[in-house]
C-alpha cells in the first residue's frame, strides 16, 4: 500500500473513530433528557460495544496487511464474548432497556456509512 493510501486509510479510521464518539455523546445525552438517564446510560454501553466491535475489525484488516502484527484470533475471540457477556451482565444487573443498548450497537455502522457519505461528497479526483 503506498504511503498516501495508507494516510489516506489512517485519516478514514480516525474520522469514524470520532464520529463514533459523536453519535455516542449526542445519542445518550438526548435520550438521557427525554427517556431518563438510564436509556442514555443503556444506549452508552451498546455505543461502548460497538465502538470496541470497530476496533476488533480494525485489528483484523490490519492483519491481513503486508507486515502483519502476530496476533492471536483466540484471544480477540475470547475478548469479543467477555465483552458481550459483560454488557449484557450490566444490562441485566441495573435493569437497563434492552432496545436502547441494541440500538447503541448501530452506531459504529451510522459512522462508517456518514463517512462514505463524507467521501463521496469531498472526493478528491
Avoid at 478514514?12 to 438526548?30: E, K
Avoid at 492471536?72 to 454488557?87: H, K, M, P, Q
Avoid at 450497537?105 to 463517512?115: G, K, N, Q, R, T
Wanted: net charge positive; with cysteine.
Amino acid at each position: 500500500m503506498p504511503a498516501s493510501d495508507r494516510l489516506s486509510y489512517e485519516q478514514i479510521v480516525r474520522r469514524i473513530s470520532r464520529i463514533i464518539l459523536v453519535l455516542a455523546l449526542l445519542g445518550a445525552s438526548i435520550l438521557a433528557a427525554i427517556k431518563g438517564i438510564r436509556i442514555g446510560i443503556a444506549f452508552l454501553i451498546g455505543c461502548a460495544v460497538s465502538y470496541l466491535s470497530f476496533w476488533g475489525w480494525q485489528q483484523v484488516a490490519a492483519a491481513l496487511g503486508p507486515s502483519p502484527k502476530k496476533r492471536s484470533s483466540l484471544g480477540f475471540t475470547i475478548r469479543v464474548i467477555l465483552l458481550g457477556a459483560l454488557a449484557c451482565v450490566i444490562i441485566k444487573f441495573l435493569g437497563l432497556d434492552v432496545a436502547a443498548a441494541v440500538t447503541g450497537l448501530l452506531v459504529s455502522a451510522a459512522a462508517v456509512i456518514l463517512e462514505l457519505i463524507y467521501e463521496l461528497i469531498y472526493a478528491r479526483t
